[in-house]
């Protein structure tokens, strides 16, 4: 069975520092793929960043990037130079690929980052 | 270009009642899952509808049905319901074959 494991419930951050939220993952699959979704108060999940299994860069989007460890099965995110609108929930995210893999979403338990100015 | 539209934003329920929640994907997109998220949980997959029919369920009973039309658009509906249902409940659309999910903002149901 597939599991997301985040075992930081909070975290601080100083504004314009960078912060590395943890993110480890059990699965038996060859092909998934992993997500980092931001949830601000308001709700709804914001998509950041995703990494596939047999990328073999570490994925970049902005201010954000993926630090994947396949051996490890980690896929910390970094967020560099915090924001004070960086305050939110984070949640890793997994999904399997391949013939009949419908695409559902195992979710861990989410970390909270708060920004501090 | 529209996101996911989520309505009603906020639900206020009696226990043993039934609710329907809806869900309207963005434009382009063909599938849509649904997901409860407890108070400070990760969201946990409900089910996900693919040309109208439920293509995968998670562990939920069969209080949870839910519905595609040929707009692509969903709903959700829990019948008698539990005062453990209260959680925010989010609709996510995709289109088959493609990583990327589109999240609405939720409906947040409480069950008194």
């Known amino acids: 069975a597939q599991k997301i494991t985040q075992t930081q419930p909070g975290m601080f951050v100083q504004e314009k520092e960078a912060v590395t939220l943890d993110c480890t993952y059990d699965?038996?699959?060859?092909?998934?793929?992993l997500f980092w979704y931001k949830q601000p108060s308001s709700g709804e999940m914001i998509f950041l960043i995703y990494?596939?299994?047999?990328d073999e860069q570490n994925a970049t989007e902005g201010r954000y990037s993926l630090n994947f460890q396949k051996a490890r099965k980690s896929a910390n995110l970094v967020i560099s130079a915090s924001q004070l609108g960086d305050s939110a929930m984070y949640f890793c995210a997994m999904r399997r690929w391949g013939s009949g893999n419908t695409g559902k979403l195992i979710f861990g338990q989410g970390t909270t980052l708060q920004v501090k100015p | 270009d529209a996101g996911v539209t989520q309505s009603p934003t906020h639900l206020i329920k009696t226990r043993g009642q039934q609710v329907t929640l809806r869900c309207s994907p963005k434009s382009g997109h063909d599938t849509v899952s649904w997901y409860q998220q407890a108070l400070g949980q990760g969201p946990q997959f409900i089910f996900q509808?693919?040309?109208?029919?439920?293509?995968q369920r998670g562990n939920f009973p069969d209080r949870f049905s839910g519905h595609q039309f040929p707009n692509y658009s969903s709903e959700l509906n829990v019948n008698a319901l539990l005062l453990g249902d209260s959680a925010l409940y989010l609709c996510?659309?995709?289109?088959?074959?493609?990583?990327?999910?589109?999240f609405g903002s939720g409906t947040r149901l409480t069950v008194v």
């Open positions: 990494q596939g299994s047999y």
């Open positions: 996510a659309s995709s289109q088959a074959g493609s990583y990327g999910y589109t």
């Open positions: 699965t038996s699959d060859q092909s998934y793929g």
């Open positions: 509808y693919y040309e109208e029919e439920e293509r």
